[in-house]
């Protein structure tokens, strides 16, 4: 069974319409012409930059960090530079992590803090 937004008509050699809509007719002695739409595709528009964002351990926007970056090494510079100026810290315990922007405006984790 063909779809219902295809249409077709059948004629015979003096081009008389013998039928036309949605029957169809198998006779070898007609010409059957069968007209199928073109689907119309909308055009997507362009995938949005990737951005990227510091988030805490709970892996929320970052209570101070909380911008958009471009990069990921433009957050992760960022995120080192104001974790070394914290008293205390330890460089290899960093308790930031960086998530990524998805096309469909959510969040993917790309480093997790503390890791």
Known sequence: MRPPSVTAECRHRDNLVLAQGPEWLQLDEYVVTVSIPSPVVPRSAPAP?????????????????????????????????WWQEQPG???????????????????????????
């Open 89 to 115: 810290t330890v460089p290899d315990a960093m308790a930031i992590g960086v998530e990524v922007s998805t096309g469909c405006g959510d969040w993917r984790t790309l480093r997790h803090p503390g890791g």
């Open 49 to 81: 930059a990737r951005q990227y964002r510091l988030v805490d351990q709970q892996g929320e926007p970052h209570p101070v960090l909380d911008d958009l970056y471009e990069t990921l090494e433009a957050a992760w510079t960022d995120a080192l530079a």
